[in-house]
């Protein structure tokens, strides 16, 4: 078996920690001005789109105990008929109807036996509109992939409704390679599986060895990867935060909702602040989490609102691929803080500081070096992890840009890409930002049992984000050294 059909290290941890109350999956929802397509016609258009590309066609198989990390194997059936499903949205269809169907159907696992997507095509929204429902598995796509993947599925505003796809090339969706899938073969024997473990671990002596020689070879090298990943592990291993109601373990359910606003609003008080775009979405996240724990009446002395920031390592303009090339940073968030431009300096200055520590280049080589850890250690570390839950984040937060003009499917216009990300690790919140045709949305996913008011910190963060577009423009530096209010 050959070594491209291996997951990596990191996308294998996604297969290895997921649970029934852990499942790892992220989605999409792409709402479209009506009328609707018959189901006949979308479910072709979408194989069509779907025709030249890879990724759908395969599925995960791990290995017996372990021994080696799983591999994609092509499936034999990969027909969209078992992945798209329709439904119709009870009367009235609005917003939170969509929010409360789309919750329910993230909750179950994908079945990672076969291609590990699901789409559903929904009917009968408010205002003419339908939607389409894309929920794909984490060992598959990070927050780019997931991007280009669904990108892949709508016109280019350059081409007519109905046209061909997103180009192959380029600065925007469909960037997937298509054709031939260069990472799957023929579903291998269970000799097969056993020989490509087996091989798989005999060979681990030599790259050893390869690595050895290599620091000896440049030592300078070899000991700026060893500091890097050093750092890596500095911002990973923490001490625990204090408990918070954010944190904690999770039950099977989830809420899910959005709040918005005009992108163009959201980047000139970026500039306005010598900030960027995800400075303002971390700054609002802030600013909702501040009014939400408030109004529960839990403490803000001493919380330390520490959020997980992924970060792209993918170049610019360059295809993408399936699976996952992400580092993080860690954030601290200012929900003590009560002045809008106070967080956003605060938030501005954290992530400058993380940037000059070099903190996701740090993160990156630690991900890297978890490709030399044994696949049944690997597997039983990520298990252990999950079982015993996590202190040092409270937070996740997400952001993707999307394409700047109008795209379409079956000759409808999207109107909205709205963002769904997975909690867990004891993480009951999360927050991811898409940019898509002049407007930022930010999707919150919450823990049922544990959060059954997320309603509310949707509310606060939608009211966070208007206090700062409202906000007076200040100087990059106001409020940086601002005393917290409470």
């Known amino acids: 078996m050959h070594g491209a059909e291996r997951l990596s290290a990191l996308d294998a941890a996604f297969v290895y920690l997921e649970n029934d109350v852990q499942p790892l999956h992220v989605g999409s929802v792409l709402v479209f001005a009506g009328p609707a397509p018959e189901p ?70 994908l079945a990672v036996s076969r291609p590990p997507f699901e789409l559903w095509h929904v009917d009968g929204l408010s205002g003419g509109r339908w939607a389409l429902v894309a929920k794909v598995h984490h060992a598959l796509v990070d927050g780019a992939s997931g991007m280009d993947l669904v990108g892949s599925l709508l016109a280019p505003p350059a081409l007519p409704p109905g046209g061909a796809g997103w180009p192959s090339t380029g600065a925007g969706p469909g960037r997937v390679q298509g054709g031939p899938d260069p990472g799957a073969r023929p579903r291998p024997t269970r000799v097969d599986v056993v020989l490509g473990g087996a091989g798989w ?62 992108l163009a609003e959201v980047e000139a008080v970026g500039r306005s602040a010598g900030a960027t775009v995800n400075d303002v979405f971390l700054a609002a996240v802030a600013g909702g989490l501040r009014g939400y724990l408030l109004e529960r009446g839990e403490p803000l002395d001493g919380l330390v609102a520490r959020a997980i920031v992924p970060v792209s390592g993918r170049s610019a303009g360059s295809p993408v691929r399936p699976g996952n090339i992400a580092s993080a940073m860690f954030v601290v968030l200012p929900v003590a803080v009560a002045r809008p431009l106070a967080r956003l300096a605060l938030v501005h200055g954290r992530t400058e500081e993380q940037k000059s520590r070099a903190v996701a280049d740090g993160t990156a080589a630690m991900v890297r070096a978890a490709e030399h850890v044994p696949a049944p250690l690997l597997a039983r570390a990520a298990g252990a992890y999950a079982r015993a839950g996590q202190g040092r984040v409270n937070v996740a937060a997400s952001g993707v840009t999307g394409p700047r003009e109008v795209c379409h499917l079956a000759g409808s216009p999207l109107l909205d890409l709205l963002p769904y990300v997975p909690v867990a690790l004891d993480v009951r919140a999360t927050f991811a930002l898409v940019t898509y045709a002049g407007r930022c949305t930010v999707g919150v996913t919450g823990d049922a049992a544990s959060l059954p008011d997320l309603h509310r910190l949707v509310e606060h963060v939608d009211r966070a984000l208007r206090e700062l577009l409202d906000a007076p423009a200040a100087p990059a530096a106001r409020g940086a050294d601002a005393a917290p209010e409470g």
């Not at 000896?216 to 923490?238: D, I, K, S, T």
């Open 40 to 109: 006949g016609r979308l479910a072709a258009e979408l194989e069509a789109r779907l025709a030249p590309l890879a990724w759908h066609r395969r599925h995960i198989r791990r290995m017996p105990l372990d021994l080696g990390r799983p591999v994609w194997v092509s499936s034999e059936r990969c027909g969209l008929d078992e992945h798209l499903h329709h439904l119709d949205l009870a009367a009235p269809g609005d917003d939170a109807a969509l929010r409360d169907l789309v919750a329910r159907l993230m909750v179950p696992r």
């Open 201 to 262: 671990l005999a060979a681990l002596p030599l790259r050893a060895a390869r690595l050895t020689l290599r620091s000896l070879v440049a030592p300078r090298a070899a000991l700026r990867r060893v500091r890097l990943v050093r750092h890596g592990l500095a911002q990973v291993v923490q001490p625990d935060l204090p408990p918070c109601v954010l944190n904690g373990p999770l039950g099977p359910g989830r809420l899910w909702g959005w709040a918005g606003a005009p």
